[in-house]
């Protein structure tokens, strides 16, 4: 047990709905700037404060709770308009929104928050106390206070709501008679409440400081806590819709009976009896449960997909203070929010996507001038989208801002000296384009604070290949950069289309495949030194297998298979095929050989290394066989 | 205490690790029978489905709030006479009478132990005896 006591399963519930609650209250936020005066956003800007502070104060997070209700009060004037939204006091609730932030963060390290920054509670205070509208209480609660001074005792049979006013707040029944500064009282009465830990822990917990001080504060440590401290780093807990749980329940349920129905038909086999019935009925049961376990796998699947738009709402808001920071007026526009990724695709994919969305702000989008003596309106639009193609999920963060000069970044590789200026001269537009992914490439001189961070493109790239992903870009000078991502839609299952060498199986991820074709050797061509073949007008380069592995090769491939990756078109020559199949794929830990995705299991129980394309592909560029452009394009 | 711990409760609130907590904090006091709503609208709905003795709203929710939800209760003759608890982060005066003159049972300020539920419910129940 850690001093937590039993509350890390509440905590971690409460962070992960209350950081989803932040996240929308920053979007509106955002929104509210627009329109300063809409109730609606106000209201529910307010509830969200108030909600946080609510679950908080179970949890004894005090300066959340000090932090969410100044906040909230500040709300409920805004929303009453005793006070004005000025940009100074948007400036006080995004730093007031941010604290709140950074202090789930704390209480993600199961350390109970430190206190707000002074300044952002003063401006807080400073607001309510000094509104020129008036003192919240000043002006609406004598009212309230005075009627019931007036009011006569409690009608028999109604409840005594003096009593239980104090009850509540925790003051003696007769505070209740003290009506000119009953509404201080239990004003004060919460600060106390909040201050003195009350909440649902063990009473051990109110004498000890919940949650403990920082975890590296211990001496010695606490091993077992200390673990789990790091486990909750990332989420670890997933919402599932029930219905899916309920299908995954009801699918194992049907896999259970089928399972009973070949136990009984392996004791007829077993005791010889293997007429034809019989065996019917096996290769019916045998068939079901194919079907059953494809099934089961996919809703499995589906319990992992996550909308992406959870990681989407965070994002409005760095776009906004980003483009404020920067004197630019961006919208940052979402679409398809609803489409579902597997979850720890979502976790991995927020770094590179605040990295692309922050260039696009940074780099891509011009000042409001700028852009007017462009004749562009002087607001840029960043768009952020998802959606599903086919086995898929593409997503697209786009600007309208200046676009990239292909001229201009060869120039600059070939200043950095990354690659040559005979390198440069081969390099068509969207290879050009590519060499912003190169390792060491930032096309400002000075790395401004805001993109810079010290991560490039290289690495956005580098994570969106570690999710088998691919990443391009397409950009029009004036008009815009679009950069698409495009992912598998799970990490789990990866069809493989299962080649020959020798008799030696290997597994190819098939979504790379686009065909295969017999190779006739008298139609290979040698192109400046490398083979190629013809198909169907296109020269396609073509790699044997066996050489990229480093085996001898002993008698030529009959079998070409048209890959295409997103840099390159090519055909792998192999000698057969051994069909398709859905792999699972078991990560090879440790030992991970170069150009090994993973390995596999065949149904006849044989184990198949499954091969990374791109890794494989990546040794060619070193090559001395290949020329200037192979190895420009294996940069891209 | 007199009441039946098979009582169903339906809690109320927007937050669900709210209703979590309150679900616990009622299972501590031995009352497992608990459903859950979102709003006063889901609550509605399910309430007028049936079968629950007691309610327990937060006041604060999108699309129909405690208060709201609370004068539907009484207004509703098939459930009128249910108890109503109510909860909120606030112990303003002018909160405590809107819910008193609106039928509120009881009012519990968050946070609050197991004990202090178990106080307000033990109120009600007595006077629901008397009554």
Redo the contacts between chains.
């Keep these: 047990m850690s001093d937590f006591g039993g509350m890390e399963d ?1 905590l971690q ?2 962070l992960q ?2 950081n989803d ?1 932040l996240s929308d209250v920053d979007n509106k936020l955002v929104d509210l700037e627009k329109m300063p005066d809409d109730r609606a956003l106000l209201n ?1 800007i307010f ?1 969200g404060f ?2 946080v ?3 908080a ?2 949890l ?1 997070a005090t300066e959340l709770v000090t932090l969410c209700h100044l906040t909230e009060n500040l709300f409920d004037r805004l929303r009453n308009g005793e006070l004005e939204l000025t940009a100074e006091l948007m400036d006080v609730i995004m730093d007031a929104t941010k604290g709140v932030r950074e202090m789930f963060g704390e209480l993600g390290q199961m350390v109970q928050p430190q206190p707000a920054d002074s300044a952002v509670i003063a401006a807080l205070k400073g607001v309510l106390s000094g509104g020129a509208v008036g003192v919240a209480h000043a002006t ?2 004598p009212h ?2 005075a ?2 001074a007036q009011e006569p005792a409690p009608a028999p049979g ?2 005594d ?1 003096n009593a ?2 104090a ?3 925790g003051k003696a029944a007769s505070v209740a008679s003290a009506q000119s500064d ?2 201080t009282k ?2 004060t ?2 600060v106390e ?2 201050v003195t830990p ?3 822990v063990s009473p051990s917990a109110a004498t000890t400081p919940p949650f403990g001080r920082r975890t590296t504060d211990k001496p010695g440590g606490q091993p077992t806590s200390a673990r789990r401290a790091e486990e909750r780093g990332r989420e670890n807990t997933i919402r599932v819709d029930t219905s899916r749980l309920d299908q995954v329940l009801n699918l194992s349920g049907e896999i259970g009976l089928t399972k009973n129905r070949l136990t009984s038909l392996r004791a007829d086999i077993l005791a010889g009896k293997n007429d034809s019935e019989t065996l019917h009925a096996l290769d019916q049961a045998v068939s079901q449960l194919d079907l059953l376990v494809s099934d089961l796998q996919n809703s499995v699947m589906k319990t992992r997909m996550q909308p992406i738009g959870r990681l989407f709402q965070k994002y409005p808001r760095i776009a906004r203070d980003l483009a404020r920071q920067l004197g630019k007026d961006v919208e940052l526009v979402l679409a398809g929010e609803e489409t579902e990724v597997d979850k720890t695709m979502i976790e991995d994919l927020a770094d590179p996507l605040i990295h692309l969305i922050r260039n696009a702000v940074d780099h891509g989008v011009e000042m409001p001038e700028e852009r007017q003596a462009a004749g562009k309106p002087p607001k840029s639009l960043v768009r952020l989208e998802a959606r599903q193609e086919g086995d898929h999920i593409v997503l697209i963060i786009a600007d309208d801002g200046k676009g990239m000069n292909a001229e201009r970044i060869r120039a600059k590789a070939t200043e950095k000296g990354l690659i040559s200026e005979e390198e440069a001269n081969t390099l068509d537009e969207r290879q050009s384009l590519n060499l912003i992914f190169m390792p060491g490439f930032s096309t400002k001189t000075q790395i401004s604070d805001v993109s810079g961070r010290g991560v490039g493109m290289d690495v956005v790239k580098t994570n969106i290949q570690k999710l088998n992903g691919s990443i391009e870009i397409r950009s029009e000078p004036g008009k815009g950069s679009v950069f698409i991502i495009s992912l598998p839609l799970t990490l789990a299952i990866l069809p493989v289309l299962l080649v020959l060498l020798g008799d030696q199986p290997f597994a190819l991820p098939l979504s790379l495949v686009r065909e295969i074709l017999p190779i006739e050797q008298s139609r290979i061509q040698e192109v400046g030194g490398k083979e190629t073949l013809v198909v169907r007008g296109e020269v396609l380069p073509v790699i044997t297998l066996a050489r990229l592995l480093g085996w001898p090769l002993e008698r030529y491939p009959e079998y070409g298979v048209f890959m295409q990756t997103a840099e390159r078109s090519f055909i792998l020559a192999v000698d057969s095929f051994a069909g398709r199949d859905d792999a699972v794929i078991k990560s090879l830990e440790d030992f991970r050989p170069k150009g090994v995705a993973g390995v596999t299991t065949l149904s006849n129980g044989q184990i198949v290394l499954i091969l990374d394309m791109k890794e494989l592909l990546s040794d060619l560029g070193q090559h001395p066989d290949f020329g200037p452009a192979v190895r420009a394009l294996d940069f891209a | 205490m007199a009441a039946d711990p098979k009582m169903k409760f339906l809690v109320v609130d927007d937050f669900s690790t709210m209703r979590r907590i309150v679900r616990n904090l009622l299972k501590e006091l031995g009352f497992t029978n608990v459903d859950e709503a979102e709003d006063g609208a889901i609550a509605l709905q399910k309430l007028q489905g049936g079968g629950f003795e007691f309610v327990v709203t937060d006041w604060n929710m999108p699309n129909m709030d405690g208060l709201t939800l609370l004068q539907s209760i009484r207004a509703t003759p098939s459930l009128k006479h249910l108890p109503v608890l109510m909860i909120t982060a606030e112990a303003k005066k002018e909160n405590i009478i809107a819910a008193a003159q609106s039928g509120a049972s009881g009012y519990i300020v968050k946070p609050f132990t197991a004990g202090t539920l178990s106080e307000k419910l033990n109120k009600i129940f007595e006077k629901m005896g008397q009554a």
């Design positions: 509440l519930d409460f709905e209350a609650l529910d509830r108030h909600t502070k609510g679950g104060g179970f004894n609406t609660a309230p206070a009627d019931v109604e409840p709501w239980l006013h009850a509540v707040t009953v509404i239990a004003e009465a919460i409440s909040v009350t909440a649902v």
